[in-house]
């Protein structure tokens, strides 16, 4: 694989990274609502996802289930009530005056559940596969080696450059929790922003 050809995948993938999208607002909103250390659990996991998603690509398990309606569907099903799910608990969660964690009361296994739930919403949203499938062949050149290697080096930088975005949205949005620290009863309104993040990622599963 060329340099140009990492080069331009890089910053292609970057512009599609930063564009305002359900993942970033997902992370911006878990971490206004729940602090940086939560943001960045939840980045994480989103970009741990890319990862699994390429290695159906790399073995074409992608191309296969993109084939097969009723299992793209069963998938895109089985995303949908995770999500139901998330919002259900949102919506029932008592309301209180919010409290950002601090590094000594954060617990660990919160922070690896929110670290789960972001992988668990890329594995379970098809469209990623969709995504790749149409945005790497254009990278991938045969006689530059394995394809599967090549598909690993992209979906590694992809990985890489998300994750760094994401983590950057996590520490500059934990800013804006903070300063909404100081307003009692912000949690509920905080509540239904991250329910309408998780409304928008549902539409976008479904959006032909």
Same mark, same amino acid.
């Given at each position: 694989?060329?340099?140009?050809? @990492?080069?331009?995948?890089?910053?292609?993938?970057?512009?599609?990274?930063?564009?305002?999208?359900?993942?970033?607002? &997902?992370?911006?909103? =878990?971490?206004?609502?729940?602090?940086?250390?939560?943001?960045?659990?939840?980045? @994480?996991?989103?970009?741990?996802?890319?990862?699994? %998603? =390429?290695?159906?690509?790399?073995?074409? @398990?992608?191309?296969? @289930?993109?084939?097969? $309606?009723?299992?793209?569907?069963?998938?895109?099903?089985?995303?949908?009530? &995770?999500?139901?799910?998330?919002?259900?608990?949102?919506?029932? /969660? $008592?309301?209180?005056?919010?409290?950002? $964690?601090? /590094? =000594?009361?954060?617990?660990? +296994?919160?922070?690896?559940?929110? #670290?789960? !739930?972001?992988?668990?919403? +890329?594995?379970? +949203?098809?469209?990623? #596969?969709?995504?790749?499938?149409?945005?790497?062949? =254009?990278?991938?050149?045969?006689?530059?080696?394995?394809?599967?290697?090549?598909? *690993?080096?992209?979906?590694?930088?992809?990985?890489?450059?998300?994750?760094?975005?994401?983590?950057?949205?996590?520490? #500059?949005? /934990? &800013?804006?929790?903070?300063?909404? %620290?100081?307003?009692?009863?912000? !949690?509920? *309104?905080?509540? *239904?922003? !991250?329910?309408?993040?998780?409304?928008?990622?549902?539409?976008?599963?479904?959006?032909?």
């Amino acid at each position: 694989m060329t340099l140009e050809t @990492i080069i331009s995948f890089f910053f292609t993938s970057l512009a599609l990274t930063v564009a305002p999208g359900p993942d970033i607002m &997902y992370v911006l909103s =878990t971490s206004i609502v729940k602090g940086k250390q939560f943001g960045i659990a939840a980045a @994480i996991g989103l970009s741990s996802g890319l990862l699994f %998603h =390429t290695t159906l690509l790399a073995f074409g @398990i992608s191309g296969i @289930i993109v084939a097969i $309606p009723w299992l793209f569907i069963a998938i895109k099903l089985f995303g949908t009530i &995770y999500l139901l799910r998330i919002i259900y608990f949102l919506y029932k /969660s $008592p309301i209180s005056p919010i409290e950002l $964690p601090t /590094s =000594t009361s954060t617990n660990r +296994n919160n922070i690896a559940q929110q #670290m789960q !739930q972001g992988l668990l919403m +890329n594995i379970l +949203n098809p469209k990623i #596969m969709l995504f790749f499938l149409s945005l790497f062949p =254009t990278f991938l050149n045969p006689e530059l080696g394995s394809l599967k290697t090549q598909v *690993y080096t992209l979906g590694s930088i992809f990985m890489i450059q998300a994750l760094i975005v994401f983590v950057l949205v996590a520490i #500059m949005s /934990s &800013y804006i929790g903070k300063k909404l %620290h100081k307003f009692e009863y912000i !949690q509920a *309104y905080l509540n *239904y922003v !991250q329910i309408a993040v998780f409304i928008a990622l549902i539409i976008f599963m479904w959006k032909n």
